[in-house]
């Protein structure tokens, strides 16, 4: 076992999941704050590059891809063009409509996520407790730019996307998990390249910039995506998509601990909804690993073997 499957299972899913979505407000409004001087494609690369950059040494993408069969490269390629396509295009509907609606689209196909994969009335009412609480906490403001709501609801789309698959690159365990994002990481790098590069080189020369830029790639593509691959390994699909409801509340607190701006009676009820759903939530319990289960099976039938002989001896 590797490390970071010892690291995920030692530390609580949830906790992860805290840690990703602390990170998931601060990386877009980094990267916000360059869009006037890299431009929105220059730092969508700028993310993507930095982000590959520093999984390379770690995860090895070349012998990730080399040692992968065609299925597992297959989900890699994947993996990598959704990043890539979903990072450009969060950052396009964020150049031209408020950041709110924005995360209410995308949390949107979430939502159709988690309640695809519900099985339980209680977990149901968990998810309806859940909605209700974000929808009080987010102040959307329906946008009228038509390009806007376009890259908005591609990103709400390619991010339920990114969800289905991270979780299938997670079910070998974190480390797998991990060593294969990387790998991914850096095919969205070769897809996006020709498309971001040329903004993003106008910012080479100031070394503010480039820093700025690498800054967002680890708020935003390092730290919060391996924090979902621990998380991803212990959770099942439908759980991961109903703790997005979180996000929300993690900024509302953020911005009261950090900013003093202290949430009104409304954000506070809309936070306790969202906490009362996620604590009567009830994940069902993962299936085993084929290891796992050879190991329970052998146990089986050592047991079982030493029962007959038992019997035999009494006889």
Not at 250 to 259: F, K, M, N
Request: glycine fraction near 10%; hydrophobic fraction near 55%.
């Amino acid at each position: 076992m590797t490390l970071a499957n010892k690291v995920a299972q030692k530390v609580p899913p949830h906790a992860w999941f805290g840690v990703s979505a602390i990170f998931h407000y601060l990386g877009p409004s980094f990267a916000v704050l360059l869009f006037p001087a890299v431009g929105v494609l220059g730092v969508a690369w700028m993310r993507i590059a930095s982000a590959a950059l520093i999984f390379l040494p770690w995860t090895k993408p070349w012998k990730t891809i080399k040692n992968a069969d065609t299925k597992t490269r297959l989900l890699l390629v994947g993996l990598g063009v959704c990043l890539a396509v979903m990072n450009t295009a969060f950052y396009l509907a964020l150049d031209r409509l408020p950041m709110s609606l924005v995360a209410a689209i995308e949390f949107v196909g979430t939502v159709a996520l988690a309640a695809y994969g519900l099985r339980t009335g209680r977990n149901f009412l968990a998810l309806f407790l859940s909605v209700i609480g974000v929808l009080i906490l987010i102040d959307v403001k329906w946008g009228t730019d038509p390009v806007g709501l376009f890259w908005a609801f591609l990103n709400g789309l390619l991010f339920v996307g990114y969800i289905v698959l991270g979780h299938r690159a997670a079910e070998g365990g974190a480390g797998g998990g991990i060593e294969r994002l990387g790998a991914a990481m850096a095919i969205a790098l070769i897809f996006l390249m020709p498309i971001g590069f040329l903004q993003a080189a106008s910012a080479f020369g100031s070394y503010k910039l480039v820093l700025a830029g690498i800054g967002v790639g680890v708020c935003s593509s390092v730290i919060p995506y391996v924090c979902d691959q621990l998380a991803m390994s212990r959770l099942p699909r439908a759980s991961f998509a109903l703790l997005l409801a979180l996000l929300p509340a993690s900024a509302t607190i953020i911005a009261a601990l950090v900013l003093s701006q202290i949430p009104s009676a409304k954000d506070i009820g809309g936070i306790f909804l969202v906490m009362i759903g996620i604590a009567i939530h009830k994940p069902k319990e993962a299936k085993a690993s084929p290891a796992k289960q050879m190991q329970n099976e052998t146990q089986n039938t050592d047991y079982v073997l030493a029962k007959i002989t038992e019997n035999t001896r009494v006889e």
